[in-house]
Each structure stands twice: as C-alpha cells, then as structure tokens.
Nanobody
C-alpha cells in the first residue's frame, strides 16, 4: 500500500520562504514523476511543479522562477523550496506521485499526500 506523508509548510510573510517535503513509501517512484499541487479556498486544485525520475522539471507559469522542486530517489522523497512568496500563494499544498504531463496538460497520479497549509501574509 502506497503512503505519501508530507512535512513542512507553515506561515511566512510576503517575500519570505517556506520549504515542503514528502516521502512516499510502499513502492518506488524512481522512474515516475512526482510533483506538487495546491488548492486555495474556493478554487480548484492546480498544478505547481513536477519533476520526473531523471530530473526533468515542469513548473506552472505563476511560479515565475520562485519555486524549486527536487527529489531524492534513494529515499523516495520530494522537496519544494518556495521563495519570494506572495499572499496569493496561500493554499493547501499537496504532494502527488505518478503525475504525467505533456504540452499544455498535466494529469495527477493516483497517490496524494495529506496536504500542508502554507499561509503568506502581506
């Protein structure tokens, strides 16, 4: 049984930084992409960042170079470092394992973390 456990998150002021991490257990995702989605109050869940097994990355346009995703395949861990945060980055962030993407589309995988609140104050 696959388990996705998230750590990190919390509050920051605008311009500050927050780091997230997640660890997947139950099977390896070394050859599959892992990534992050977020959901703000009253909005749909949206893609944030993804990184493939070989390190290729994809980011949502709103990231604008502020976030960096990385992974440790030996430990099945995924990280997201967020800098220059804005109040509109306030959301619950979700780790996802097994997502896929192509030109103009992203499809989440079947495995989700429990979600972590990130709150950015102005």
């Amino acid at each position: 049984q696959v388990s996705v456990v998230q750590l990190g998150g919390g509050a920051a002021q605008a311009g500050g930084s927050v780091s997230l991490s997640c660890e997947v257990s139950g099977r390896t995702f070394s050859w599959e992409a892992m990534g992050w989605f977020r959901q703000a109050p009253g909005k749909d869940r949206e893609f944030v960042a993804g990184i493939s097994g070989d390190g290729a990355s994809k980011y949502a346009e709103f990231v604008e170079g502020r976030f960096s995703a990385s992974r440790d395949n030996a430990w099945n861990r995924l990280y997201l470092q967020m800098k220059s945060l804005k109040p509109e980055d306030t959301a619950v962030y979700y780790c996802n394992a097994g997502l896929t993407w192509g030109t103009g589309w992203v499809r989440p995988g079947d495995y989700w973390g429990q979600g972590t609140q990130v709150t950015v104050s102005s």
